[in-house]
């Protein structure tokens, strides 16, 4: 069966190694030496608003439309846009984190804090993923035409082109 959504499907699997390393980052935090944690923790926040939020934010503008469209109704993607907002929550913890530790090695009572929100950062996007993939797109695949799935991947090169200018 051809998939008419591969690309999202291929966009999310190019962001999971991203994703997985707030993860690793979280298991290592008490090993790595501070300049390599500062570096990751760096490293994660540049992934965060300068890819994740920005799939976040072409979904709710160019994709979930077409969902509600195939699904038949209006805020049947409120949920997803819900976690949309936890994401960036907790992108935004992981800023303030990041701006306590700076370049200097996390002190023992900032572990469990920069840990809860690596992981569940983590969590929340993987699950996030897997409602997309497992709901949203096969619903796609089967309900968009050819021409429509491209008229759904310009809108979503634009909105994220307009993402890339501001």
Do not use: C, N
Not at 20 to 45: H, N, S, V, Y
Not at 78 to 103: F, K, N, P, W, Y
């Amino acid at each position: 069966m051809d998939r008419l959504t591969q690309p999202l499907r291929d966009e999310h699997a190019s962001l999971r190694p991203q994703v997985d390393a707030l993860r690793e980052i979280a298991d290592l935090a008490e090993q790595l030496p501070p300049t390599e944690l500062a570096a990751r923790l760096a490293a994660a926040t540049a992934f965060l608003h300068g890819h994740l939020l920005v799939h976040a934010h072409v979904e709710e503008a160019a994709l979930y439309p077409v969902v509600e469209w195939a699904i038949g109704g209006m805020g049947a993607t409120a949920t997803m846009a819900r976690d949309h907002t936890e994401i960036a929550r907790l992108a935004r913890q992981v800023d303030d984190v990041r701006s306590v530790v700076g370049s200097g090695p996390v002190r023992p009572d900032e572990l469990p804090r920069l840990r809860q929100v690596l992981y569940g950062l983590h969590a929340v996007i993987v699950l996030h993923f897997a409602k997309e993939e497992e709901i949203y797109l096969p619903l796609l695949d089967e309900r968009l035409s050819p021409d429509a799935a491209a008229r759904l991947f310009a809108s979503m090169d634009e909105e994220a082109a307009k993402e890339a200018a501001a």
